[in-house]
């Protein structure tokens, strides 16, 4: 499970992972969490992506943060305050919030001057 959040600072993605158990009831994995922080001064970009998959042409949403050293953290369509956090970022780039129901391809959200 992810959730985001847009701050002064920057973006934070939240992860959470549950424990993984056997067939046999054995703890595989414990249950971990994990914050991946983006400031704004490291993002070079951040970019909305709409893909199309086959065989019945569903949506699958991402958002993808890129570092300013070539590392990027992506944040999925079913990722917690998904809609609120693009709103935020392209309110950050002085733009329009794109409409998640009817945007197609991709979208660059913020980029660093």
Avoid: F
């Avoid at 158990?21 to 983006?38: D, F, H, L, Q, T």
């Avoid at 949506?59 to 943060?65: A, C, K, N, T």
């Avoid at 050293?69 to 998904?82: F, K, R, Y």
């Amino acid at each position: 499970m992810q959730s985001l959040s847009v701050t002064d600072a920057g973006v934070e993605v939240h992860h959470a992972e549950p424990s993984l158990i056997s067939m046999y009831g054995k703890e595989m994995r414990p249950a971990r969490e994990w914050v991946a922080n983006a400031v704004w001064e490291e993002i070079s970009v951040i970019w909305l992506q709409v893909l199309r998959l086959p065989p019945d042409d569903d949506r699958s949403i991402s958002l993808e943060i890129v570092h300013v050293n070539g590392e990027s953290i992506v944040a999925g369509q079913d990722a917690q305050g998904l809609a609120e956090a693009v709103a935020a970022i392209a309110a950050r780039a002085g733009n329009p919030a794109p409409d998640l129901s009817t945007l197609d391809g991709e979208v660059t959200l913020w980029k660093a001057c």
